[in-house]
């Protein structure tokens, strides 16, 4: 090897090295696309400073996050422009900053950089990141955040927590979004940590996770999936979880967690078994299911174990997790009267499907030219000033709201996960379970609105303390983009005192609008 071989080669790797590390609270994060191959089948790709999943954002509570990102894709098949999502954060103050594009701002147009700048006063947790225009990021831009909190109440229960304990799920899927079918059967590969085997490729490498016997870690489990949900565990352990959604449980034990897209737990594993290799494992509920091969795997490796595969055996699992069982640590009074509909205002969200688009309360979401907050800036106030039509709820200031979900044959695709943005919510009703719980539910950020079979009718209620227009939705990425979502519209009068917007973010939209439709 030439001497100017080996400078590449290391040059290289020193870069590989440097994606994994984690970037924040200022960082520049730069959008592009390249061909990755994280399963083994090579495909073009949305990558973060080079890579995908992006680099972990991190930072500790109180800090003021700076985030550049900047627009350097080329390929309009997946889309030039781009929009990113900090899911689970508040944004109180700042709106602008959340994400979604043409809720909360224009897209950033190729060969532009935008400054997501805001504050993290009170929340710390894992959260994640991810494009919010249409569905750009099933092919690549998601990665994980955490804040961390140097007063951690759960601080006495681990020994490690760091990068290295962060785990990531993906669905992968070996054709871009917009060039597959509008609803995928199923995902092609699973990705644990960005690696993963498909049925075709099943000597792709796997990632690996390494522990120290008699150690305890605190590993920061999120959901980056597009569409399926994932029965997660590790053969031969139990799992503490100690958080959901950047929300602090009381510990509850499980040997596994269903997990749905968008969702994030913190649990401690401690360390306990005898030094070897044992599988982690990762079911999706539908799609390319099972472990033959080593799909939907990974590895937790025992420092001192050999380098090889488990050849551990999956138990049947006798403590599954079951949201009624988790619990805030500390007291979250629920907002509203402990009766049913004892808020201010409740609604019903009845769900519908015609073929092609979902339907909520009759109105399938087509984002608007001009961007909701936009609007509101602008002087629209009420939901028949305010566009689209029939998808926008204005909600009063200070208000309890109820929310539910009633699961329906109608809307197929079950299980479906929605996402409140700007909030936490009290589940007051979970999916699989007919109670009411207005003593000590826990509050998330995503919950699964469960089946028709079960006869779910899921009941959120959260208060409104947050102006601005927030983005409720299915966090199935392809049902979102069949328009399975809504606008709560917060506070209206109060949006533009409270939510003063930067001029790089006014210039957004013009800059947009006039690109050519092959370059947005």
């Not at 500790?60 to 098949?77: A, E, P, S, Y």
Request: net charge negative; aromatic share 10%.
């Amino acid at each position: 090897m030439s001497r100017f071989n080996q400078l590449l080669a290391f040059v290289i790797a020193s870069l590989s090295a440097v994606a994994l590390a984690a970037v924040g609270p200022v960082a520049d994060l730069t959008i592009s696309n390249a061909e990755i191959s994280p399963d083994g089948f090579p495909r073009q790709a949305v990558v973060v400073n080079g890579v995908s999943p992006g680099p972990i954002i991190s930072g500790n509570k109180g800090d003021r996050f700076q985030l550049n990102v900047i627009d350097n894709l080329t390929n309009h098949t997946m889309l030039k422009s781009t929009s990113i999502h900090w899911h689970g954060f508040f944004q109180h103050g700042t709106n602008w900053a959340d994400g979604p594009a043409f809720i909360n701002q224009c897209p950033v147009s190729p060969g532009h950089a935008f400054l997501y700048d805001f504050q993290v006063p009170d929340q710390a947790g894992t959260f994640w990141y991810h494009s919010h225009l249409s569905t750009q990021y099933c092919d690549g831009l998601r990665g994980a955040f955490v804040v961390y909190d140097p007063n951690d109440p759960h601080k006495s229960r681990y020994d490690v927590d760091n990068d290295d304990t962060v785990i990531t799920l993906s669905d992968w899927y070996h054709v871009a979004a917009k060039l597959g079918p509008r609803f995928p059967l199923g995902a092609d590969a699973t990705l644990i940590n960005g690696k993963g085997r498909s049925p075709s490729t099943v000597s792709a490498d796997l990632a690996v996770i390494n522990v120290t016997a008699g150690k305890r870690y605190r590993f920061r489990l999120a959901s980056l999936s597009c569409d399926p949900n994932h029965v997660f565990s590790i053969d031969g352990h139990t799992m503490t979880i100690i958080e959901a959604d950047s929300v602090n449980t009381q510990p509850l034990e499980v040997d596994s967690i269903q997990i749905f897209a968008a969702q994030r737990y913190s649990f401690v594993l401690e360390a306990n078994q005898p030094v070897d290799n044992y599988w982690i494992r990762a079911n999706p509920n539908f799609g390319n299911t099972g472990f033959a091969g080593g799909i939907n795997s990974a590895i937790l490796r025992y420092d001192g174990a050999p380098a090889v595969e488990p050849t551990t055996t999956q138990t049947a699992s006798t403590k599954p997790l079951n949201e009624v069982d988790l619990h805030p640590l500390e007291s979250m009074p629920v907002p509203g009267k402990p009766v049913a509909g004892g808020v201010d205002k409740a609604i019903n969200m009845a769900f519908n499907f015609n073929g092609t688009n979902f339907f909520i309360n009759g109105a399938s979401f087509v984002p608007p030219t001009v961007p909701v907050l936009l609007q509101i800036l602008s002087g629209a106030q009420t939901a028949q000033d305010l566009l689209p039509e029939g998808s926008i709820y204005v909600l009063p200031n200070n208000a309890d709201i109820e929310i539910s979900f009633p699961a329906t044959t109608a809307a197929p695709g079950a299980p479906h996960p929605f996402h409140l943005h700007g909030h936490t919510f009290a589940v007051v009703r979970s999916a699989g379970s007919t109670e009411y719980n207005y003593d000590n539910p826990i509050f998330r950020d995503v919950v699964s609105t469960g089946t028709p079979a079960a006869n779910d009718n899921v009941t959120i209620r959260f208060r409104t303390d947050n102006p601005g227009p927030w983005f409720l939705h299915c966090h199935i990425d392809f049902h979102l983009e069949g328009g399975f979502a809504v606008v709560m519209a917060e506070d209206t009068p109060d949006v533009k005192a409270v939510n003063p917007v930067p001029q790089a973010w006014s210039d957004l939209c013009p800059t947009y609008d006039a690109l050519d439709p092959n370059d947005q």
